[in-house]
């Protein structure tokens, strides 16, 4: 169904592609935004086309994950945008030179991307901390209430990120993710949640400012190849409003909106987060199926959301919400969590899935 905004002509599609025995659902819930030509949308139809083309290239995807996946030197793939503008498959490379990767699916186009490979940005290692600087170093240990995109972690887990303030309406949670506040499934309901996280100083349970209330269980490959799809990595801590504020430090995009955002492609987008503090991204693949290495272990995650630009995260930073950039009446509206990275991209789930998960909103601001 086509409807007017703005100059534009938005296509939203809800329902699933499914291949046979593979049984792969694939939801595109994202909007897709194309310039209207002349009076009364004459260029309609190719709106139609180009949504067409991305289902064409998601289905071309989907059939074609397991081999792709399978390939020694692939690390995921997505679909985006060629520097036409057509919707292509985008395959993944942990390196240069990967052999067997053909140029073209069925006859639809396919680019590949060398990114390296994909870990887990949060849990890192000790020798990976660095000392808070200055007072709005998020690194260090705030006063309570403490803000949100700031360093945080299980007691046994080094740190990542605070992503928000999440809420039932009758209860407070911290979210960020299981690998970040359940220890890769490890932790147990009622462990501490520390802000600053333990590498970064936090001590159980003076720093403590909530519990893990519940977690997403991450379901990892064993052995690899036989990888089950994950769709988030996500965990909530109970809290109070005492211990967590809903604004990011003082030089932070500041209190994210409640309305969620579905993802699209090209879409300016902004985080704050532990280690990298506030950065800037675009989405430059959807339906991201991605092959995710942990401390000891890989987990494949499906319906992902990938971001461009090296710079947009580092190790630490897992947990972090991504809002929309600009200053528009979109901005700030969240539409990811941060879980993963490599060189060059970043990887979030869809917040809209994490929030459902756990029977959540957003704790922000209406605008």
């Known amino acids: 169904m086509l409807a007017r905004r703005e100059g534009y002509t938005v296509m939203s599609r809800k329902n699933a592609i499914r291949f046979g025995a593979l049984a792969l659902a694939v939801a595109l819930d994202t909007y897709l935004l194309l310039p209207v030509g002349g009076p009364g949308g004459a260029k309609g139809t190719l709106a139609t086309l180009a949504y067409e083309d991305l289902a064409a290239a998601i289905a071309v995807q989907e059939h074609h994950n397991p081999d792709l996946l399978a390939m020694p030197g692939v690390a995921g793939t997505a679909v985006g945008f060629d520097l036409s503008g057509k919707p292509v498959v985008k395959v993944y490379l942990t390196r240069e030179n990967v052999a067997g990767i053909p140029v073209s699916l069925d006859g639809h186009a396919l680019v590949t991307e060398v990114t390296g490979a994909f870990t887990a940005w949060g849990d890192m290692p000790p020798e990976a901390a660095a000392a808070a600087n200055d007072e709005t170093d998020p690194k260090r240990s705030f006063a309570r209430p403490v803000p949100i995109g700031v360093s945080t972690g299980q ?44 590498v970064d100083g936090g001590i159980d349970p003076t720093d403590a400012i909530g519990t893990l209330h519940e977690y997403e269980p991450i379901r990892f490959c064993s052995p690899f190849p036989n990888c089950p799809a994950n769709r988030i990595d996500a965990a909530i801590a109970a809290t109070t409003t005492d211990n967590l504020g809903n604004s990011t430090p003082s030089n932070g995009y500041g209190t994210p909106q409640s309305r ?16 990298t503090g506030h950065t800037h991204g675009k989405i430059s693949g959807l339906n991201a199926t991605m092959n995710v290495g942990f401390r000891d272990n890989t987990a494949r995650f499906s319906g992902q959301i990938v971001i461009s630009g090296g710079g947009f995260s580092g190790p630490g930073d897992s947990g972090s919400l991504i809002v929309a950039g600009g200053t ?15 060189q060059s991209s970043t990887l979030a789930n869809p917040i809209g899935l994490v929030l459902e998960r756990f029977g959540v909103r957003i704790d922000g601001t209406d605008r």
């Open 328 to 342: 528009g009446p979109d901005s700030r509206r969240p539409v990811g969590l941060l879980f993963a990275g490599s």
């Open 260 to 275: 969620v955002l579905e993802a699209r492609l090209g879409m300016e987008v902004q985080k704050y987060g532990r280690t």
């Open 155 to 198: 007691v046994d887990v080094t740190a990542g990120t605070i992503g928000a303030r999440v809420t039932t309406g009758a209860e407070v949670f911290a979210l960020s993710n299981n690998h970040v506040y359940a220890n890769r499934n490890e932790a147990n309901p009622g462990d501490k949640i520390l802000q600053p996280g333990r």
